[in-house]
């Protein structure tokens, strides 16, 4: 489906959890201080180390999140589909971006950039951020989760395997 129109970008924005609460007027400021982009399968995102405040959230689609290693080789530490935020640490803290982003196949995404949103309404404001708290302590609670699954498998493991080491 080729995505021209604002009409198609806002059904796109409207299906994903981050948008959801946001009314049709809101959509339409949303889509007039940020823009929907395309990106081939392969097409580079967001490249680690580089400089940006524009945050991206994945409309349809998937990306791999590549990080660079210190033997210069590139290594896949995960995937991404659609609903996720990207580049919200290299946005809010104005540092350099963390990992590279690709598109795993055809990617629509909504990207802005956070300069433009102090143009908004402070309604839309307020929502956006409102949002994007819920969407970091989402993705918080889930690493918190995993920290103590690992650490618990850990402790599990050491008891097993204390050989008096």
């Known amino acids: 489906m080729e995505i021209t129109s604002g009409e198609k970008w806002k059904t796109l924005l409207k299906a994903t959890s981050f948008f959801s ?9 949303f889509l007039k201080f940020g823009e929907g982009r395309k990106y081939r399968m392969h097409e580079y995102v ?24 210190a033997m210069q ?4 530490i995960g995937t991404l589909e659609a609903g ?22 055809e990617t629509f ?3 802005l950039e956070s300069a433009l949103i102090e143009n908004m309404s402070q309604k839309a404001q307020t929502k956006f951020y ?4 819920i969407y970091l302590a989402k993705k ?10 690992q650490t618990i498998w850990l402790s599990d493991w050491y008891k097993e395997h204390d050989r008096g080491f």
């Open 21 to 29: 609460p946001f009314d049709d007027a809101e959509l339409d400021e």
């Open 46 to 69: 967001i490249r680690e180390k580089d400089p940006s405040s524009r945050l991206y959230i994945i409309l349809r689609g998937r990306v791999s999140i590549v990080k660079d290693s």
């Open 73 to 76: 080789n590139k290594t896949q």
């Open 84 to 105: 996720y935020v990207i580049g919200e640490i290299a946005t809010l803290l104005k540092e350099k971006r963390t990992a590279t982003i690709i598109a795993s196949e």
């Open 109 to 111: 995404m909504f990207t």
């Open 130 to 133: 409102k949002q994007l708290a």
């Open 140 to 149: 918080l609670k889930a690493i918190s989760l995993t920290t103590a699954q």
